[in-house]
């Protein structure tokens, strides 16, 4: 699933946010509540939108409609 643009509950803009937080999560190994915290996204619903996020793309792409 893609990060969508905007919160489902609030509305905020927090798309252009993704990509920062899975790189300083991923690579640097930081505290993914720190992150979000540095992001400037401190709504719960915001928060979970990141937090519950599965990147499935590599795994739809295999399959094909036919």
Same mark, same amino acid.
């Given at each position: 699933? @893609?990060?969508?643009?905007?919160? $489902?509950?609030? !509305?905020?803009? =927090? !798309?252009?946010?993704?990509?920062? $937080? @899975?790189?300083?999560?991923?690579? +640097?190994?930081?505290?993914?509540? %720190?992150?979000? +915290? +540095?992001?400037?996204? %401190? ?6 939108? $990141?937090?519950?996020?599965? +990147?499935? =793309? ?6 094909? =409609?036919?």
């Amino acid at each position: 699933m @893609q990060v969508p643009v905007r919160c $489902f509950s609030c !509305g905020k803009v =927090i !798309g252009d946010e993704w990509e920062e $937080f @899975q790189e300083r999560v991923e690579e +640097d190994e930081e505290d993914a509540g %720190e992150v979000l +915290d +540095d992001l400037g996204l %401190e709504k719960y619903c915001c928060r979970t939108v $990141f937090m519950t996020n599965v +990147d499935v =793309i590599d795994e739809v792409g295999e399959h094909h =409609i036919s």
